[in-house]
């Protein structure tokens, strides 16, 4: 699976002001936080395009039974073992015609009794082929010379349902039907006529440079539909991985919108036309990958087409200025990616070398270990790590790890104090005891009290001095470190420093602090602070900091 390249963060006109904010309307280094922390500069931003976010997955056994819930991949698992002990087939693998009403009424495609409709045999067919492509039904010829097909030897773990195979198979189907989806009929339709017609002109004649040309043109309309239909699964990845619990569902022209609206920009009318061909393109491809349970489709509705003819029987603009309910909004597509598409789409981009992190990943050890793997991590959501580690965990017990966890002075250890305090708001109130036994810790006790106070804790003592200014500093580091050299971000933390009517008294006491990260957070609010005065004086302590070392 290539790595895509979205243009756009926004969504179609008419769209976007009911639509949630999607995953491709935020900048990358709010989603990861990865380029400050990794040196990637404007240069690099390609690169760092291709990160994918980590995603949640159901357990192997689930996805398994999922996969045979699929009904065409379920089609192939009945005629393989309808095939036992042995079928006739003609010379190419395929059933002879006095099979083929008997497997499409086996299917239940058809009355078990009278005429077998055609469009039931041949979805009998396309079964068949596909349990012939999964090696379900295996082809041979025996000694008298008759084509004869057998179950094959994953039939029976399969249909057992052991995760390993069943996964394995449904993987391979996902591959052949994702190819078979970017065949140049189902490009817009003026390119498939023109791609048919190459393709026949190759066939008449060979040899001529005009065949060349022709052929040369299906091929290179094949590569613009497989490359369209990988982007847009990878923007449906994203839009998964970061949308909540019920808000999975994306509108096929904000897909669209997303693969074709240059970033920043509005839709001009060009681009809506653009996004309109986008939808056309997609809208088969998108069916064809529903059929095998990669994801739930709504397709655009024919009727469409026949409500407004453009000029000259031009296709009808999909995308408009006009605003519409939700129910006029789906005639024009909605698309869903199940957890089996998630799964598969992971699967492809670990093959072509991709991080496709699953959450969880991280918290497998102990809090020392997971602290540590989240600063470090680059694709990475913070909480979700987090709140799977202290999933069933004790929260006295786990608070305590998770603060012994947080104490040092190397280069992530404000990020883990962040981090803990995060986690200590998801054990809730459940955590005190362990949050008091802190209040005299040097590095924990300035947040400790902190977080005691936000619970409406009123014995709370005042920090010393000296502890609240450390606490000044760590948390603004780990904020400085958190938000990955966002300017804004971090010009919003600034203003709420505590400076007073003499910012020179202020910044004169905080250069003294002893913390790795002084002189860096003085540096920073040299640069960012709107007050001249008070951003002069952060200059001058910074460099009093960086002297005193």
Known sequence: MAGRRRKNAGASPGESAAEPVLPADLELQDLYGAFAAHGLDDEDLDDAAVLVPPVKLPAEEELAALAKAVPMFGYALALARWAAPHRVVDEFGDLVEEDRAPAAQLLGLAPAEGEVPEEAEVEAMRAWSLACDLDLVEIGTTAAGEHVAVPGPDLEPAEEGDPETVLELWLTAAGIVRELAVEADSLPEEEAVRAAEAGEAGEAVEGGEEDEDALSEVEEARDAAAELLDEALQVLYETTAFADPGNETVPLGVLAALLVVPEGEEPSEELLGDITDVMVALDPMLGDLAELGLLEYRPIDPELFDEEEGPEGEEPALVGEAPLDDEESARFGLVRLTPLGQYGIRQWLLEDGYDAPLVGELAQGDAAELLRAVCEAANVLPDEELRVWITGREPVAAARELLAAARGDDAYAP??????????????????????????????????????????????????????????????????????GDAELLRELIADLPVTGNPASYFGELWRVDHPYTADVLEAVGELHLDRAVAKEARKAAFKARSKG
């Open 415 to 484: 990020m883990r104090r962040m981090l803990g305090v995060s986690a200590l708001n998801m054990l809730g109130a459940a955590a005190e005891p362990a949050v008091r036994d802190v209040l005299d810790d040097p590095e924990l006790g300035g947040a400790a009290r902190a977080w005691l106070t936000s619970k409406g804790a009123t014995d709370v003592p005042v920090p010393e001095r000296t502890m609240a200014l450390w606490t000044v500093v760590d948390t603004f580091a780990a904020q400085l470190l958190d938000s990955g």
